[in-house]
């Protein structure tokens, strides 16, 4: 399975924007469905947003739906995920995952990159 490889975590305010990125290691690796997960200290990993490789059929869960964007650049292979208007509770390790099947849970993918830090400060 090929390494996804998330950048673009950081600091920011509430109220901020940050844009992350993922990019899979071998340029070529394909996957029909990309998403990204979050997973705040002493939770569950939970879903974010997804989207299909042509870069449409976007899905969100309640929470970020209306400040996060998810998009993706197939010239580049890269899926990003446009946030805004963050919120405190929105900190979190954000993880970039790639499958081949229309879902939102974890086992709905099977490559990960190994996470970027989000924190959002009050």
């Known amino acids: 399975q090929a390494q996804l490889v998330e950048t673009g975590g950081g600091l920011v305010q509430a109220g901020g924007s940050l844009r992350l990125s993922c990019a899979p290691s071998?340029?070529?690796?394909?996957?029909?469905?990309w998403g990204w997960f979050r997973q705040a200290p002493g939770k569950e990993r939970e879903f974010v947003a997804a989207?299909?490789?042509?870069?449409?059929?976007?899905q969100y869960a309640g929470s970020v739906k209306g400040r996060f964007t998810i998009s993706r650049d197939n010239a580049n292979n890269t899926v990003y995920l446009q946030m805004s208007a963050l919120k405190p509770e929105d900190a979190a390790v954000y993880y970039c995952?790639?499958?081949?099947?229309?879902?939102?849970?974890?086992?709905?993918?099977?490559?990960w990159g190994q996470g970027t830090q989000v924190t959002v400060s009050s």
């Open positions: 989207i299909n490789w042509i870069g449409n059929s976007p």
């Open positions: 071998e340029r070529t690796f394909f996957s029909v469905r």
């Open positions: 995952a790639a499958g081949n099947t229309m879902g939102v849970r974890m086992t709905d993918y099977s490559s």
